[in-house]
């Protein structure tokens, strides 16, 4: 393999990353300029995503040598270990020794820090290329595991590898390296001679194209702690995309079953209106009712609304879902001040005969606020100043409106759109 397999940026530059990179070439970016990922936040999240519910899947694993622990829990960042070097001297214990990883998946939910930092360092890539087709996914590895626990494969995703402590050494195979119809191989010695590695270090970061094949690994017997984004850029179908926009399904009444003589006439005129054809045999009743849902959810109107909502969720996410959680709505005083937060868009929408919509870091409301009193609300509140809450509320004219707007700003603050100073 030659020796200019990737490139180095000594300082990253988004205009001559996005010509020369992206969807292209492997890239070591020396200074990513601020940092996206703090360690002590990076830990928190994990601890977080070890402490949450884990149905459906787990958020965490963790494997000692090629096995991952059925049970990981007392494996797993706990809340109170505010370092790795913390947790690294209770996972003693814990791996007795052997080489490990810890990988923690959907990280930036678990804290609202972390996901504005990487939403805002990525906002100028967006600007660019455009919002991803579907989220970003954000994962955190962490030990001195030999190799990474999949071996080498290949994802639908362009990834950001970001290191934050020890050393990582990445290997990259710009084709299949083996012939057999397998999509992962962890005994990958025979195929080396094909490969090329770039190995990095802490506050550097990695770029790689979804099409490379690649595999981790950890660079002597010290654990490291590195970051993974991934951006989808293949296999995204569009069915992703339908699932956004058809608004969420809602149970239906039920209907008594039809009489057993008629059933399969009435079944064939349902579906024959519904589908324009005829089935020569009965529709099961439940069929019937998830028909019924799918008219009332792709009725226009109700379509132009989720695809008003998603846009704003889209936006205000910036890539990034799912959300952190919402803060607590808090009480608002007649002293208090409020200034929009660096980076947060306070966005809305309008359509004749629909509610307006509101929304702010990817989360979105209905208010009964006209839209000209949204917009006004909007514009005063993007120009970063602080404003006391007595002004804002002038923007509303009789009292209903003074408490929907109230009711806006709370959930504004609630979004950390908006950030309160006590008067």
Not at 12 to 37: K, N, Y
Not at 115 to 137: K, M, N, V
Not at 270 to 276: K, Y
Request: aromatic share 8%; with cysteine; charged share 25%.
């Amino acid at each position: 393999m030659s020796m200019d397999a990737h490139d180095l940026l000594p300082l990253l530059d988004w205009d001559r990353f996005v010509d020369e990179h992206w969807d292209r070439r492997v890239v070591h970016i020396r200074d990513c300029g601020r940092a996206p990922f703090l360690p002590a936040a990076v830990l928190r999240a994990a601890a977080r995503a070890a402490a949450a519910d884990p149905s459906p899947m787990p958020y965490a694993q963790f494997t000692v040598e090629r096995a991952q622990h059925a049970d990981p829990r007392p494996a797993l960042p706990r809340a109170g270990e505010r370092t790795f070097a913390d947790y690294a001297r209770r996972l003693a214990d814990v791996a007795g020794g052997r080489r490990h990883a810890l990988i923690v998946n959907r990280l930036h939910r678990f804290d609202a820090g972390l996901w504005r930092r990487e939403r805002d360092w990525f906002a100028p890539l967006w600007a660019r290329t455009g919002l991803p087709s579907g989220s970003a996914i954000t994962t955190l590895f962490h030990g001195n595991y030999e190799h990474s626990p999949i071996g080498v494969h290949k994802d639908r995703f362009a990834t950001f590898l970001f290191v934050l402590a020890g050393r990582k050494r990445m290997r990259f195979w710009p084709r299949r390296p083996w012939p057999d119809a397998v999509t992962t191989v962890l005994d990958y010695a025979a195929y080396l001679p094909g490969s090329f590695a770039v190995e990095l270090g802490p506050g550097e970061a990695l770029y790689w194209p979804a099409s490379f094949y690649h595999v981790g690994e950890t660079v002597g017997a010290d654990p490291a702690t590195s970051v993974n984004v991934g951006i989808p850029r293949e296999d995204q179908h569009r069915r992703y995309d339908m699932d956004d926009l058809l608004p969420p399904a809602s149970p239906l009444p039920r209907r008594p079953p039809p009489r057993r003589a008629s059933s399969p006439v009435c079944a064939c005129v349902a579906v024959a209106v519904d589908m324009d054809r005829t089935l020569s045999a009965p529709v099961p009743p439940a069929w019937r009712e998830a028909l019924a849902d799918l008219r009332h959810r792709c009725a226009a109107r109700t379509l132009a609304t989720q695809a008003r909502r998603t846009t704003l969720v889209r936006h205000g996410a910036g890539g990034f879902e799912p959300l952190p959680p919402a803060a607590a709505r808090p009480l608002l005083r007649s002293g208090d001040r409020l200034r929009r937060v660096p980076g947060a868009q306070l966005l809305w929408s309008a359509a004749p005969a629909a509610p307006v919509l509101v929304g702010a870091n990817g989360h979105v409301a209905e208010t009964a606020l006209a839209a000209d009193v949204v917009a006004r609300l909007f514009d005063a509140l993007d120009d970063g100043r602080e404003h006391g809450l007595r002004a804002l509320l002038a923007f509303a004219g009789d009292a209903p409106a003074r408490q929907a707007l109230r009711a806006l700003l709370r959930d504004l603050v609630a979004w950390r759109a908006l950030r309160r100073r006590r008067g």
